[in-house]
Each structure stands twice: as C-alpha cells, then as structure tokens.
C-alpha cells in the first residue's frame, strides 16, 4: 500500500523559513520522480518543484532560487527547502510520486504572515 505523509509546515513570517519533508512507503522510491505541489485556497494545486531519480530538478518560477527541493532514497524521503517566504506561499503543501497512483499525502499547511 503506497503512503506519503508531509510534514514540517507551520506559520512562518515573511522573510523565514521552513523545511518541509515527505516520507513515502509503499513504492520503489528511487525508480520515481518526486514533486511537491501546493494548493492555495480557492486555487487550483499547482507543481512547485520536481526530482527526478537522479536528482535533477525543476522548479516554478515563482519559486525559482527561493526553494530547493532535495532527495534521499536510502531515507525514502523528499524534501523542500523554502526561503524567503512570502505571503503568496502560504497553501497546503502536498508531495506525490509521479505516476504513481494514490500517492497523495494529507498535506502540510504553511502559513506565511506577520
């Protein structure tokens, strides 16, 4: 059974930081590319930021140079690294295995405000 859980949200004020990590059991973990999305209220769930197996990134550019999205496959864990965190970030972060179906965690909620 594939299970992703998130972790690591929080209210952050603007300018901090917060590393968020997503753990995933149930899956092959090295063989798939990882993403972290979000969705805002009121929006649809958008791609932040993508790894593939070998590591190789790929970020939205409304986070470019802000986030660094990282893997450890020994740990089956998946991580995001945000910086400079602005209001327009706040949303409820997901991480997902590409192609893998129900691999949807519960989410993390990141709250960025003063």
């Known amino acids: 059974q594939v299970q992703v859980v998130e972790s690591g949200g929080g209210l952050v004020q603007p300018g901090g930081s917060l590393r968020l990590s997503c753990a995933a059991s149930?899956?092959?973990?090295?063989?798939?590319?990882m993403g972290w999305y979000r969705q805002a209220p009121g929006k649809q769930r958008e791609l932040v930021a993508a790894?593939?197996?070998?590591?190789?990134?790929n970020y939205a550019d409304s986070v470019k140079g802000r986030f660094t999205i990282s893997r450890d496959n020994a740990k089956k864990t998946v991580y995001l690294q945000m910086s400079s965190l602005k209001p327009e970030d706040t949303a409820v972060y997901y991480c997902h295995a590409h192609g893998v179906s129900g691999s949807w965690g519960q989410g993390t909620q990141v709250t960025v405000s003063s």
């Open positions: 790894i593939s197996p070998l590591g190789f990134t």
């Open positions: 149930g899956i092959d973990f090295s063989i798939y590319a």
